[in-house]
């Protein structure tokens, strides 16, 4: 299958700081990218949907000047988590897809974010 | 056997027995169904998909059984192995034509050796 990767894999950061998650579609390109968000031992949470070359469109409740959300070409999407706190520690996974009907999604490995 | 609460649901088998998986969705609009596996700090993995024009698939040791009178999902896995200990998602297409994965609660697979 289509191979998605997300770097890095794990990141601490301190209080107040900005941490850049990257998102890359090695083998295809990208027209449509998901952020999720993970919680231990609950389900993957949409965060946002983004189209190459449009502004995001985020989920209700997610805030969208908290979590910047960048996808400027087929195959590399960003989520900036701006001014973090401890409560935005979190698995955070990306997933990519080509094309537009009914077309599978897939994955990037995760991102581990602790904020002390 | 299976256990539903506050926490991910578990289901427990040993090794070589059969398992199943349930699911329930909440769109009766949803028109595509993926199962997917994931284990402790990876990204979710395909496993098997369906469309709503069929009520059963089948791959490699896994079948997926879909019932759209009750919105229910099922993966059944053959001779279940130990690698096979994951948690496992159903996600259904919450898009209306435009693919966009909706998790379900997920379900915790332990296989004892």
């Known amino acids: 299958g289509a191979v998605v990767s997300q770097h890095p894999s794990r990141v601490i950061c301190k209080s107040g700081t900005s941490v850049k998650i990257e998102c890359r579609s090695l083998?295809?390109?990208?027209?449509?990218m998901f952020w999720y968000r993970q919680f231990p031992k609950q389900s993957l949470m949409l965060m946002a949907t983004?189209?190459?070359?449009?502004?995001?469109?985020?989920e209700q409740g997610v805030e969208k000047d908290k979590f910047l959300i960048n996808h400027a070409s087929l195959t590399l999407s960003t989520l900036t988590v701006t001014s973090a706190h401890p409560e935005d520690s979190s698995f955070y996974i990306c997933?990519?897809?080509?094309?537009?009907?009914?077309?599978?999604?897939?994955f990037g490995q995760g991102t581990r974010l602790t904020v002390v | 056997g299976e256990s539903v609460g506050l926490h991910l649901p578990t289901l427990s088998v040993q090794e070589g027995d059969n398992s199943i998986i349930n699911c329930a969705y909440s769109?009766?609009?949803?028109?595509?169904f993926i199962w997917y596996k994931q284990e402790s700090g990876k990204g979710p993995q395909f496993i098997i998909d369906?469309?709503?024009?069929?009520d059963k698939r089948q791959g490699q040791r896994v079948t997926v059984l879909l019932n759209k009178t009750v919105k229910h999902l099922s993966l059944q896995i053959a001779a279940t192995q130990p690698g096979d200990s994951a948690v496992y998602f159903c996600?259904?297409?919450?898009?209306?034509?435009?693919?966009?994965?909706?998790f379900g609660r997920g379900t915790s697979l332990i296989v004892h050796p």
């Open positions: 997933s990519a897809r080509e094309g537009q009907l009914n077309t599978e999604a897939f």
């Open positions: 083998d295809f390109q990208a027209t449509t």
């Open positions: 983004s189209n190459e070359g449009s502004k995001a469109t985020y």
């Open positions: 769109n009766s609009a949803s028109d595509y």
């Open positions: 369906i469309r709503s024009n069929m």
């Open positions: 996600a259904e297409n919450s898009g209306g034509g435009s693919y966009i994965p909706t």
